[in-house]
C-alpha cells in the first residue's frame, strides 16, 4: 500500500519528529512511504481569517501535489479536515472540484488510516504510566475521528488510560483564534490543564501537533511535571527521544 506524508507546517517546522515517528510507524505497519516535496501550507490559516481566494490558491497546490497519491496520511486531524472543505472552496469550477473532491476522499488523519484502512488496533508499542487524551475539537467534530485513537492506546503495553475532565472543552488554540484573542484563548487552555492536572496522568497525548504546542507551552510555564506526546510518537515506542 502507498501512502503519502501530508507532514503539516508545524510538524515539519516545529516538531519533526512527529514526522519520522509518523513514517516509520506506517512503514512497520506495511506501507510504502514517499514525500512529495511540493507541499505547503493546507490554507486553513487564511481561510480561518477570511482570506479564500489566498485558500485557494494554498489549496489548488497541495490539490497538484497529491494528485496521483494512492493515500494521503497527516498526523493532525485539524490539517486533514482542512482537505475535507477543498471541494466546498471549487463549488463553482468544476474541474477543481473534481480534482479537490479526489484528494479530500483518499485522505486520512493518522490513527483514522491505521484503525480504519489498515485495520489495525495494534502495533506493538508500550509505555508504562498513566495517560490522558486530548482529543482536538476540529479533529473529532469535523472530521468524526473519535474512537480510533483510544482503540490504538489501549492495547499499548504498560499504559493505563484515564479520562481527562471536560476533555470536550477546546485547548483555545484554533489557529489565529490563539494571536487574534489571546486572553480568551489563555483562560481556555488554562482550563485544560487544570483538567489535566486533576486527571493525576503522566502524560498527556493527542493528535494534532498544534493542540499539543499550546498545552504544552502553559503547561511548561505552570511547572507541572506532565510530558506531552503526540500520538505517533507513543504507537512507535519514540517516547524517551520525544521528552529528552
Known sequence: MKVSLFSTCLVEGLNTRVGIATVELLEKLGCEVDYPASQVCCGQPAFNSGYVE??????KLMIDTFEDSEYVVGPSGSCVTMFKHYPSLFENDSMWYKKALNLSEKSYELTQFIVDVLNVTKVGAHLKGKATVHPSCHMT???GVVNQPKALLENVEGLELVELPHYYNCCGFGGTFAVKMGDVSTEMVDEKVDSIAQ???DYLIGS???CLMNIEGRIK????????LHIAEVLNNQVEKAVQ
Open 208 to 210: 494534532d501537533a498544534s
Open 141 to 143: 467534530r469535523l472530521l
Open 221 to 228: 510555564r505552570r511547572g507541572l511535571n506532565v510530558k506531552v
Open 54 to 59: 489566498e485558500a485557494k490558491q494554498a489549496a
Open 199 to 201: 486527571s493525576g496522568a
